[in-house]
């Protein structure tokens, strides 16, 4: 290979340092700049030595020729001889290409300095912050939760890495979510799966790190990458709360993370919430009351005054909050038995409005014992469910419900969908028949025969987008209520949709059971970012063993139309074995936001039951 010539390699090193940005531009146009004064200054002297007027020596020639280089209209002002004209102007000339190529060169310079602050290149100085990794609709239901969470914290801080402009992400944001309260909002720039970009966030001293799963195609490849890239740092490692969209890439999330990593699989808790909702009238508005930062939350006490007593004891220790169950060593168990005692390493889990309004009970409960009905507990009966359309969790919600009902219980499925009632093999509860309906229509809706089932839920169509299986879901939920109120049938009524902002669209159509898939994870994510020792409370929560969520009727606790305080409904409760924690009152249940549905109410709150009203317990099925 020929050995490169002279002219290549200088050719190649000017290119090497014309590449190095604008400070190097500006050398090379400042070596012009001396170049052309010099040429200048030295053909004044030559051409016209007497010139201008009035000066002599080599300096002052070299001065008037830099002030016609950098102001290139002090040539019209001179007078002299052709020859001085001619070199100045030459000069002036010159100045005006070098003068232009300056300006440009330091307002590109500039422009891409402001362009680097503001997309947010800076590290962050902040302690004790949130970062939240990445972007999807969920950014906006964990950051207006976390808004909340912080309001009574001064300073707190609420960090954002993505793959988007930084001002951009600021204003979506603020319209979302609002006034901001006391938290201030960081935002910056980058991806999340590059070392380089995470510690910008300062990770170390952060307090929790929520990673977010994108939109678009195989975002659990996203999530594991960023847990990746979280782990391989070096430092100090927060505690990481990732969302993944599907189960079967637990093991191997689990894996990139590590141990400081909680995981939540989003279909199978939004697949949960969705049979249970189906089975309990109003269980959607209490999880996401326990979910949000609004009114009732979950919080772990260690009280020493509570040690040696009963649970069953424990039931009553509290004025304003309802204890749920305990955190021991060896895990969460929600409703134990009545006389399992509580030990010194224990915590109790409450339900509270706010952990400084926790309140211990003065004195004896106030409990009217002739109020307290005597009832038997009813055993499972087989029942009738109606699943309209069907997308890719339907499989995994049949196999919850299956897990739910007594035998002998029927599911039709009525979809036009091709994959509808594949996958099913192996149900041990449930007899499935399948149906080609087109959901939306009201004809194909009353062939069916919608008031011999008890239940009906109403799945989001993934053939379809968002926004338009979201449409098709309220032109069912239309159809059902307008058939309700034209037959005077009652049977529940669950739904699923995407956006959050359909949910006061549907409440025409008097739905209190929607499930919002991206709300749920995103109440969800927020609250393990505050205390992820509540993971296990919530996936009790929504586990089908153990003790769940129920209204049950009124009557089978407390006698209808005497007034008592809530004091006596726990007790009643705890009597069966249950724990009382609301109740729902029958002539707000289609009034929202709550649906009739209080939670938490004070022990010495005086209630009055109906036949119709029901009391919310956590019991075992």
């Given at each position: 290979m020929p050995r490169a010539t002279f002219r290549e390699r200088v050719r190649y090193w000017f290119d090497n340092t014309m590449s190095k940005g604008t400070v190097s531009l500006i050398g090379w146009l400042a070596v012009v700049s001396v170049g052309l004064i010099a040429v200048v200054t030295g053909l004044?002297?030559?051409?016209?030595?007497?010139?201008?007027?009035?000066?002599?020596?080599?300096?002052?020639?070299?001065?008037?020729?830099?002030?016609?280089?950098?102001?290139?209209?002090?040539v019209a002002s001179d007078k002299g001889s052709l020859a001085y004209m001619t070199v100045m102007f030459a000069g002036s000339l010159g100045g005006i290409f070098i003068v232009s190529m300056l300006v440009g060169l330091l307002s590109n310079g500039l422009k891409q300095k402001v362009d680097r602050l503001r997309r947010g290149r800076s590290r962050i100085v902040e302690s004790g912050h949130t970062v939240v990794v990445g972007w999807s609709d969920q950014v906006f239901t964990i950051i207006a939760e976390l808004v909340k969470a912080h309001a009574g914290r001064p300073g707190s801080v609420i960090a954002v890495l993505a793959e988007r402009d930084k001002l951009a992400m600021e204003d979506d944001i603020r319209e979302h979510v609002g006034d901001l309260g006391r938290t201030r909002l960081v935002c910056r720039t980058g991806r999340p799966t590059e070392p380089r970009d995470l510690a910008l966030m300062n990770l170390a001293t952060a307090r929790s790190v929520v990673v977010l799963s994108p939109d678009g195609e195989d975002p659990d490849a996203h999530v594991i990458k960023t847990l990746l890239a979280l782990a391989k740092r070096a430092g100090v490692h927060p505690p990481v709360v990732a969302a993944l969209a599907s189960g079967r890439n637990i093991a191997a999330a689990r894996l990139a993370g590590g141990r400081d990593v909680h995981l939540v699989d989003s279909d199978d808790t939004a697949s949960r919430l969705i049979v249970q909702s189906s089975r309990q009238s109003g269980m959607s508005v209490v999880c996401m009351d326990l979910l949000n930062f609004d009114g009732g939350e979950i919080y772990l006490r260690a009280d020493a005054a509570l040690e040696g007593r009963t649970y069953g004891e424990a039931l009553h220790a509290y004025e304003t909050a309802a204890v749920i169950g305990l955190r021991r060593p060896d895990g969460v168990v929600l409703n134990p038995s009545m006389d399992t005692v509580i030990k010194d390493a224990d915590q109790v889990i409450l339900i509270a409005d706010d952990e400084a309004a926790i309140r211990p009970a003065a004195g004896e409960p106030a409990i009217a014992e002739a109020a307290i009905a005597a009832t038997e507990r009813s055993g499972l009966e087989a029942e009738s469910t109606l699943l309209l359309n069907w997308n890719g969790r339907a499989e995994q919600i049949i196999r919850y419900l299956d897990g739910y009902v007594a035998p002998g219980s029927v599911l039709e499925v009525a979809a036009d969908h091709p994959k509808a009632g594949t996958g099913l093999e192996g149900l041990g509860n449930l007899t499935v028949n399948v149906k080609e309906y087109d959901t939306t229509d009201r004809y194909a809706l009353e062939a069916l025969g919608v008031g011999l089932y008890q239940h009906v839920i109403v799945l989001s169509d993934d053939r379809y987008s968002p926004h338009h299986a979201d449409t098709r879901t309220l032109m069912t939920l239309l159809q059902l209520r307008d058939m309700q109120s034209d037959t005077g049938e009652h049977y529940s009524i669950v739904s699923e949709m995407h956006d959050e902002g359909n949910r006061a669209l549907a409440e025409v159509t008097e739905a209190d059971d929607i499930v919002i898939s991206d709300t749920v994870i995103g109440l969800l994510l927020a609250q393990l970012a505050q205390n992820r020792h509540l993971a296990d409370v919530f996936g009790y929560l929504f586990d089908s063993r153990g003790s769940e969520i129920y209204p049950r009727p009124a009557a089978s606790y407390v006698r209808p139309g005497t007034e008592v305080s809530f004091s006596t409904v726990v007790e009643a409760a705890r009597r069966r074995g249950e724990t009382a924690i609301g109740y729902r009152n029958a002539t707000g249940r289609n009034t929202p936001p709550h649906y009739g549905i209080v939670l938490n109410p004070a022990k010495s709150d005086k209630i009055v039951l109906t036949q119709r009203d029901s009391v919310i317990v956590l019991a075992e099925r």
């Open positions: 004044t002297l030559w051409l016209a030595p007497e010139e201008p007027d009035g000066v002599s020596g080599a300096g002052q020639v070299l001065w008037i020729a830099l002030m016609h280089a950098l102001t290139p209209s002090k």
